[in-house]
């Protein structure tokens, strides 16, 4: 099993930057990828980013340029940030977690761009 506890969501204006994190816990082995999808209301569940363990990332195309992932291996933690915000960017941001032995989602966090 794995763990992922996410942190970071809030509200800002348009224009404003936010971090999140999510830490990962439990029986990991060296090989994963991990990432964020979002979701707004009324729509589906889309990918925002991931990266690989060879921090190969890859990203939305309507987050590309504002949005960089990152992550810390020792920490197990991943981490995304948010810059240039807009409106649309308002969701719910699940972190997620790819291994060999299956994937995990986190909790969610909310994240409101609105002025």
């Known amino acids: 099993q794995v763990q992922l506890v996410e942190s970071g969501g809030g509200l800002v204006q348009p224009g404003g930057s936010l971090r999140l994190s999510c830490a990962a816990s439990?029986?990991?082995?060296?090989?994963?990828?991990m990432g964020w999808y979002r979701q707004a209301p009324g729509k589906q569940r889309e990918l925002v980013a991931t990266?690989?363990?060879?921090?190969?990332?890859n990203y939305a195309d309507s987050v590309k340029v504002r949005f960089t992932i990152s992550r810390d291996s020792a920490k197990k933690t991943v981490y995304l940030q948010m810059n240039s915000l807009k409106p649309e960017d308002t969701a719910v941001y699940y972190c997620?977690?790819?291994?060999?032995?299956?994937?995990?989602w986190g909790q969610g966090t909310q994240v409101t761009v609105s002025s």
């Open positions: 997620y977690f790819s291994g060999l032995r299956g994937n995990y």
């Open positions: 439990g029986t990991i082995v060296s090989t994963y990828t």
């Open positions: 990266i690989t363990s060879g921090r190969l990332a």
